[in-house]
C-alpha cells in the first residue's frame, strides 16, 4: 500500500465482509499513516454479502447498509455506501 501511495494511487476499496471486517480496520489504520489528512484520499466500501449469521447481517436491508456506514473503525473516517 505504500508503494502505491508514493506512486500517486488516492482511490482504495475494501468492503465489510472481508475477514469480518478486518480488512477494513487494517486499511483504515494504514491510510491513515501513509496520509496527513483523511481528505487526500477516497475510500470505498460495499454493503451486501454476509458479515454474520442474521438476517439484517446481510443483504441491503436500511438496517444492514445503516450499519455498516455508521460503525467506522479507527482512523476509517466516515464512510457512505453507495
Do not use: Q, W
Amino acid at each position: 500500500m505504500r508503494r502505491a501511495v508514493e506512486a500517486g494511487v488516492t482511490f482504495f476499496d475494501t468492503a465489510d465482509m472481508y475477514s469480518d471486517g478486518a480488512g477494513e480496520e487494517i486499511t483504515g489504520r494504514l491510510l491513515a499513516k501513509l496520509f496527513a489528512r483523511r481528505d487526500d484520499y477516497v475510500l470505498a466500501t460495499k454493503v451486501y454479502f454476509p458479515t454474520g449469521p442474521g438476517p439484517n447481517d446481510r443483504g441491503l436491508s436500511r438496517k444492514h447498509r445503516v450499519h455498516a456506514t455508521t460503525r467506522s473503525p479507527p482512523g476509517y473516517g466516515k464512510r457512505a455506501a453507495c
